[in-house]
């Protein structure tokens, strides 16, 4: 009985290490962005979204999975850069408030969104599965232990190490966290503003494109899907306080354990529905901006 | 009266209530829950939720227009209320939040309220929903006809709070609200206090999104929490920003506008002009709400029509010395 508590544990602690890694991508993108630019991106979603189609529809072009991911990646970075060209950057300049940007946002959540499901439905990729197959390298306590686990494990390690080292060894890394601190000091110090503005949302793209295209290579994907990740990528920004690097890992990894050993023990020992799952990433949301930081007060 | 109801709390009192569906959702759950409920005990039925309980009310409303009226109009008055209370509640986060954190706190209150409400079964059916809300003019025997007149009565239900809405706003209190969105310091620091105020704005515009949530249901004459997601409050917003935010009839404006595109991209519709697309037209729908959104803040941010003065009685009646002064000749 016991021995079967802990298979369930197991799979539910591996579970969880996956998605949480996922989750760690999208989020520091999201907070990379909001932290330079004080967007909060809701774009990010498609980002995702596309970055799945892109990685999926590569693989199955028989590329393989990693040269694909990095394809998607750039692509995505290079879409945010656009995206930010196009529209957010103008409503910048002309002084739109930071609702304003989280409308222009939303509405270009729901245009790429949109436009890519009319595209998708006309080629016939609404649903998809990747070319990537998920094979277990070790099993522990009859739970697999997938090289998908240890490929997104590592790419997080890997990411985080690249960005600690351009955030605080180089003087790229030193200007965009000057424009995070003080956009008007940043610009009259000589910084280019608008360079790492879209150096910035170049790496927000990629990660958003590598947590998009490990997405694809976990589960199938469709049009809607960046949209469902969307809540919980917020959720993990939102508990790390949108702070650090550190911390916003931390908060991915909260939701991502949170969401499945958490829904999985409130199921087996409180009878919980696991349609609650979401409910929890939402508390956490709520609990966090309401008790949280004094960041987000004040006018 | 979605679109007012945001105007009045986001173009006049700037809280943006980016949770607005689950307000509507709150006056549709408790038409559904008071209605069904009332018509079970009557007929004695135990399972509520099922399709043969829901042809059995149907079926009692055609046979008992009276009671069904009853039965609606309590149902509505009851909406208004219990919706405006927890537009009461939700001002409580609005009393710190900085606005764009506000407007994601409020969505995900009002999406965690919805997924609660699509699990918890027994209140409206979960997922599936529960159907058979009847309509107090269900005993019309022509379907067309009830249909005409219940929407005329929908259309006197909007005008009416466009009334109140703009009797609100044209009053002391909306330069209050106005005050509160533009500077809430000195409106403090006038005695104004802004919890009060934003308090009663969400109560009675909440009330307002309760009613519309009520005449909604009892359309439809169903409930399916899928029906009320995050999207509808964007093109709620998007019909506010394009018709002018701050000002209700440009609002108004908005939402006709934005309603006639909706039913004139319906598939239905198209195919009665002839037209048939080989691609699903929803796409394009909700594509051009973000579309809407983004050409409007580049380059109207404004809406169609801007915001006006306040016109409070004492400024018409000083409007109108003004214009006899003018028009009297001048003596000596």
């Known amino acids: ?95 739109s408030t930071p609702l304003q940007l989280l409308i222009a946002s939303i509405a270009t ?29 070790i099993y522990l306590v009859n739970s697999p232990l997938t090289n998908l686990h240890i490929l997104s494990l590592s790419i997080l390690v890997i990411i985080s190490l690249a960005l600690y080292i351009l955030l605080f060894k180089t003087r790229i890394g030193k200007a965009m966290r000057a424009l995070a601190s003080n956009p008007e000091l940043a610009a009259i110090s000589g910084i280019p503003v608008w360079r790492i503005r879209r150096i910035t949302w170049f790496i927000s793209g990629v990660l958003a494109g590598l947590m998009g295209g490990l997405w694809a290579y976990y589960t199938s994907i469709h049009t809607e899907s960046g949209w469902r990740l969307l809540l919980w990528i917020f959720a993990s920004s939102i508990i790390g306080g949108i702070k650090s690097i550190p911390l916003t890992i931390a908060g991915a990894f909260i939701i991502g354990f949170s969401e499945n050993l958490g829904i999985w023990f409130a199921n087996r020992f409180f009878g919980v529905d696991t349609a609650y799952k979401p409910i929890i990433a939402y508390i956490a949301i709520f609990v966090s901006l309401i008790v949280g930081r004094s960041k987000y007060w004040g006018r | 009266m979605l679109a007012l109801s945001t105007n009045l709390e986001y173009g006049y009192t700037g809280i943006p209530n980016f949770g607005k569906v689950f307000f509507f959702f709150i006056g549709a759950i408790v038409s559904a829950v008071i209605t069904a409920n009332m018509y079970n005990s009557v007929l004695g039925i135990e399972e509520g939720l099922s399709a043969i309980a829901a042809t059995k009310r149907t079926e009692y409303s055609i046979q008992n227009p009276v009671f069904a009226t009853e039965v609606f109009i309590l149902s509505l008055v009851l909406s208004v209320i219990i919706t405006g209370l927890f537009g009461y509640l939700a001002s409580y986060p609005a009393l710190a939040l900085r606005e764009d954190f506000l ?21 409206v059916g979960g997922v599936f929903g529960m159907s058979g809300i009847p309509n107090p003019l269900n005993f019309i025997q022509d379907r067309a006809l009830s249909s005409f007149i219940y929407s005329i009565f929908v259309l006197f239900m909007a005008s009416i709070t466009f009334i109140l809405v703009e009797r609100l706003v044209n009053s002391p209190f909306g330069r209050v609200m106005k ?100 691609l699903d037209i929803s796409y394009i729908r909700y594509a051009v709400t973000g579309l809407v959104m983004i050409l409007i803040l580049f380059f109207r941010p404004q809406g169609i029509i801007p915001e006006g003065i306040v016109k409070t009685p004492l400024y018409k009646i000083i409007m109108e010395r003004e214009k006899e002064l003018k028009t009297q000749p001048k003596t000596g």
């Open chain 2, 103 to 123: 407007a994601i706190t409020l969505l995900v209150f009002g999406e965690a309220g919805r997924i609660f409400v699509r699990t918890y079964e027994p209140l």
């Open chain 1, 1 to 95: 009985m016991v021995y079967l508590v802990i298979e369930e544990i197991v799979k539910n602690i591996l579970q969880s290490l996956l998605v949480s890694s996922l989750y760690a991508l999208g989020a520091l993108s999201l907070t990379l962005s909001y932290r330079v630019t004080k967007i909060a991106n809701f774009a990010v979603s498609e980002y995702v979204t596309l970055g799945a189609y892109t990685a999926a529809l590569s693989t199955l072009r028989g590329i393989d999975p990693y040269t694909s991911l990095i394809i998607a990646s750039v692509l995505i970075g290079l879409l945010a850069v656009m995206i930010d060209e196009a529209i957010y950057k103008p409503l910048y300049k002309k002084g």
């Open chain 1, 109 to 137: 959540m729901l245009m790429i969104r949109y436009l890519w499901s009319i595209y998708a439905d006309y080629r016939g990729i609404l649903f998809l599965s990747s070319g990537y197959s998920i094979a277990p390298i």
């Open chain 2, 179 to 278: 005050a509160v969105r533009d500077d809430d310091l000195a409106a403090a620091s006038l005695g104004k206090s802004i919890a009060k105020v934003r308090g009663q704005v969400l109560f009675i515009s909440s009330a307002i999104a309760g009613a519309a949530g009520s005449l909604f249901t009892f359309y439809t004459q169903s409930i399916f929490p899928d029906d009320f997601i995050p999207p509808v409050t964007f093109y709620i917003i998007s019909m506010v920003l394009l018709g002018g935010a701050g000002n209700n009839i440009g609002v108004v404006l908005g939402a006709v506008f934005l309603s006639l595109f909706e039913r004139f991209t319906q598939t239905s519709t198209l195919s009665i002009l002839g037209i048939t697309l080989s």
